[in-house]
């Protein structure tokens, strides 16, 4: 659902799981997953792991165009921080 300055998607444990595995495990309740666009997906990946922010998939490119790394934050949410490439 894409609305003016967001996009809500809804995506099934399965396939979070087949995307980015262990993200599922331990996570927020109600499975939420924030996403956010960023200009430099890996100079932000540096800086988190400089931080000791638990990374759960490394910058990655997808076959349709963005580059992400996956993170969870201190509540336990899956976030996933992406540059269009």
């Not at 109600?30 to 792991?49: N, S």
Request: charged fraction near 20%; include cysteine.
């Amino acid at each position: 659902m894409v609305v003016p300055g967001a996009v809500l998607s809804f995506f099934s444990l399965r396939g979070m799981e087949a995307m980015v595995p262990g993200s599922a495990v331990d996570g927020a309740r109600g499975g939420v997953t924030l996403e956010f666009g960023i200009a430099d997906v890996d100079a932000c990946h540096e800086q988190l792991l400089s931080r000791g922010v638990p990374v759960l998939k490394p910058p990655t490119t997808q076959a349709w165009g963005r580059r992400s790394v996956w993170v969870r934050d201190p509540d336990g949410a899956v976030v996933n921080l992406y540059q269009e490439v």
